[in-house]
């Protein structure tokens, strides 16, 4: 377990995600996740002006471009999922039980809550707190 009392907020955030992703898998993680979020806006009245109007062409080209670039880049390895659960199958109940037990085995109870008030803080807005957190110097580097 690790001592929560010497990490920053941002620190808990990703070892936090880092145990819900091996605990829940992807789409789990994603799930608890979005239990806690807020939310806020119109996505499918806002998507074309986030995303435009590309062509299935475009978003090939643009994935195909995303892993040449990971693929020369020493520092892109893909996440590793030690888990691939079938969350249809799972009670979001279940899955929050589930989440709440991988966060307080990887962070402790105390870190378990400052994980949980940390994602109740962001106020919904994906591109925002994406925003905010960039200004923020990653921890990332400091953790591996």
């Known amino acids: 377990m690790i001592d929560v009392s ?3 907020l941002e620190d808990i955030r990703l070892l936090g995600i880092d145990a819900l992703s091996q605990a829940l898998g992807p789409a789990g993680m994603a799930q608890f996740m979005h239990q806690f979020e807020m939310g806020s806006g119109d996505y499918t009245r806002d998507r074309d002006k986030l995303l435009g109007n590309p062509t299935f ?3 090939a080209g643009r994935i195909k471009e995303r892993r ?6 020493s520092n892109a ?3 590793k999922f030690t888990k691939m659960i079938d969350v249809t199958k799972l009670t979001q109940a279940q899955i929050r039980q ?3 037990e991988a966060l307080t085995k990887a962070l402790g109870i105390e870190g378990m809550k ?8 962001e106020s919904g807005d994906y591109r925002q707190d994406r925003d905010e957190n960039n200004r923020n110097p990653s921890c990332s580097d400091r953790l591996l």
Do not use: H
Request: aromatic share 4%; glycine share 4%.
């Open 6 to 8: 010497k990490l920053t």
């Open 57 to 59: 062409e475009e978003i």
């Open 68 to 73: 040449r670039q990971q693929a020369e880049s």
């Open 77 to 79: 390895a893909p996440p």
């Open 98 to 100: 589930m989440g709440t």
């Open 114 to 121: 400052q994980f949980m008030q940390k994602s109740e803080m």
